[in-house]
């Protein structure tokens, strides 16, 4: 039975969430048939409560692998557009589709090649479908509070480092994600370079977020492997 808002949120509240990703262009991608449902029931098995997941397919595999509540998103690069994760409506129709619990897109300040403001995307989203409960991956303070303005159900801090104008860290973001949680009235949810237990440790128990995000420091074998010879050649 699917988990209602508040359920999922009580679920990993103060807990990890696994992404649980592989893009084509990466070794665990399979056309053939997805991979990612055994990366999630490993994470599953480990005490995760959610997954976070790109594309339709993965959303779908993984759901009704584990039963696990997942957050799905697609990853989609369009002439114009310098943001790419989750921003148009065609992708947003086919995560509903496979009944995505959470859908997380791109609130930042990229450039959208719709000539839309991210406000009125939001809007449209919502008016066509108006119980859905949308995640906003955001990179400053600022794009976290205009998003919990406009409506989303939750803000993470996976975009920081990964815009020209957001803090540029070898690490997690703590302070902003101390920010947030300062700033908003909603769950925070605190992605990004969190590449440790320790590091996992310190955000949950310092911050003030809801719940965090790991992926690359779990489920990301050439990330994991490349992170150790760069290390052993320094």
């Not at 959208?112 to 991956?137: C, H, S, W």
């Not at 947030?180 to 128990?205: D, F, N, R, Y």
Request: aromatic share 6%; charged share 20%; glycine share 8%.
């Amino acid at each position: 039975m699917k988990m209602n808002l508040d359920e999922i949120l009580s679920s990993i509240h103060h807990s990890i969430i696994v992404s649980c990703q592989a893009l084509p262009s990466e070794p665990l991608y399979c056309e053939e048939m997805s991979l990612m449902p055994f990366m999630a029931q490993a994470a599953k098995q480990a005490g995760a409560k959610c997954i976070r997941t790109s594309s339709a397919r993965d959303v779908a595999a993984i759901k009704e692998a584990t039963g696990l509540p997942v957050i799905g998103l697609i990853k989609q690069q369009y002439e114009g557009f310098e943001s790419y994760i989750t921003t148009t409506m065609k992708e947003i129709d086919e995560l509903v589709a496979v009944e995505s619990d959470i859908i997380a897109l791109d609130c930042t300040g990229l450039k959208r090649g719709d000539g839309k403001t991210i406000n009125q995307f939001i809007a449209e989203i919502k008016e066509k479908y108006p119980d859905i409960v949308l995640m906003a991956d955001i990179s400053t303070l600022e794009e976290g509070i205009n998003a919990w303005k406009c409506g989303v159900s939750m803000v993470g801090t996976t975009m920081s480092g990964y815009t020209p104008f957001s803090r540029q860290t070898e690490g997690p973001d703590f302070e902003l994600a101390r920010a947030l949680a300062e700033a908003v009235s909603i769950p925070v949810i605190a992605e990004g370079k969190i590449h440790t237990p320790e590091q996992a440790k310190e955000m949950l128990g310092t911050t003030g977020v809801h719940a965090i995000v790991v992926g690359g420091a779990i489920t990301r074998p050439l990330e994991i492997a490349s992170r150790f010879y760069k290390a052993i050649q320094q």
